[in-house]
Nanobody
Framework: VQLQAYGGGLVQAGGSLRLSCAAS????????MGWFRQAPGKEREFVAG????????YYADSVKGRFTISRDKAKNTVALQMNSLKPEDTAVYYC????????????????????WGQGTHVTVSS
């Protein structure tokens, strides 16, 4: 398994969850990393991304100020801290990797990502 996401669950509105994604060393060292989500009946959408260097991150407007993405080089993991969760955040969350140069920007396009984790379910109750 190249990417494995975990940490999803059921939480009440206003609560927090922390998702993690374990990557192989080969992918982690050469890829920018992103989180996407897909709600039932909807297209997969970009949530957050972080450069391969870890120097910059980017967020969808819908999660800006509530979610934080980070990467841990020592553990080859990418985390998504989700605070102030809303029912509309309910979805399957996927981590993904895109091969990029070290200081290249982050793509928000699904088809531009090379590797995908299996997804983890997040349900936010009202």
């Amino acid at each position: 398994v190249q990417l494995q996401a975990y940490g999803g669950g059921l939480v009440q509105a206003g609560g927090s969850l922390r998702l993690s994604c374990a990557a192989s060393g080969r992918i982690f060292s050469s890829h920018a990393m992103g989180w996407f989500r897909q709600a039932p009946g909807k297209e997969r959408e970009f949530v957050a991304g972080i450069m391969r260097s870890g120097g910059s991150s980017y967020y969808a407007d819908s999660v800006k100020g509530r979610f934080t993405i980070s990467r841990d080089k020592a553990k080859n993991t990418v985390a998504l801290q989700m605070n102030s969760l809303k029912p509309e955040d309910t979805a399957v969350y996927y981590c993904a990797g895109q091969r990029r140069s070290y200081f290249a920007g982050i793509s928000t396009v699904v088809d531009e990502y090379d590797y995908w984790g299996q997804g983890t379910h997040v349900t936010v109750s009202s």
